[in-house]
């Protein structure tokens, strides 16, 4: 599959084989993508941050790390990583709720819906949604406190992860606005995605 875009803002879901690899590209080098996997076919077995946290022992992530599933069996490989490394396992999905904390007032885009609406342009459905990877967030975990700063990543870093089994990888191309996640800007960015065997 050549280079797709996931547009700012949006959700897109992707079937997976088992050894299958899938590049995300922080084209502007400032956006946060949360990407969950779902093990086909009633999509109950996912991957964990919990778990992954646990098995790692790590609140990190590196090149040869597997990511598991809540049954603690290792469901993607993180391969390869151009950017400085630093992603979040921590922070649950953003949803209404938090945006409305935030004091935003109506609707805002939010990657728990856009979980839920990938998933059924594939004709798919899971009542619940996951706490995702969330691919070059920085969050500070000094003293204990948690602090949302800045992705560190560069334009065109990028991430390779192998699905260790048949899986559905949805993504979210965070549309955080609020806080500076997504850079001082506060400007959401799409982000590049490919499918290799």
Known sequence: MA????????????RLAGGESIKVVNTHGSQVVDLWALAPPELREHMSMPHTRA??????VAAGDHL??????PIMTLVEDTSPGVH???FPACDPARYEQLGHTGHHDNCRE??????AELGLERAACPSPLNLFM???SEGGELELLPSVSCPGDHV?????????????????????????????????????G
């Open 3 to 14: 280079l797709e875009t996931l547009p700012a803002r949006r959700g897109r879901a992707f």
């Open 55 to 60: 098995m790692l022992e790590s609140l990190r």
């Open 68 to 73: 598991y599933s809540e049954q603690r069996r």
């Open 88 to 90: 979040d396992m921590l």
């Open 114 to 119: 856009n979980f839920h609406a990938a998933l």
């Open 138 to 140: 920085h969050v500070s």
């Open 160 to 196: 390779v992860l192998r699905a260790e089994r048949d899986l559905v990888v949805v993504m979210s191309a965070c549309p955080q606005d609020i806080v500076p996640i997504n850079g001082p800007a506060l400007e959401p960015h799409d982000v590049g995605v490919e499918i290799a």
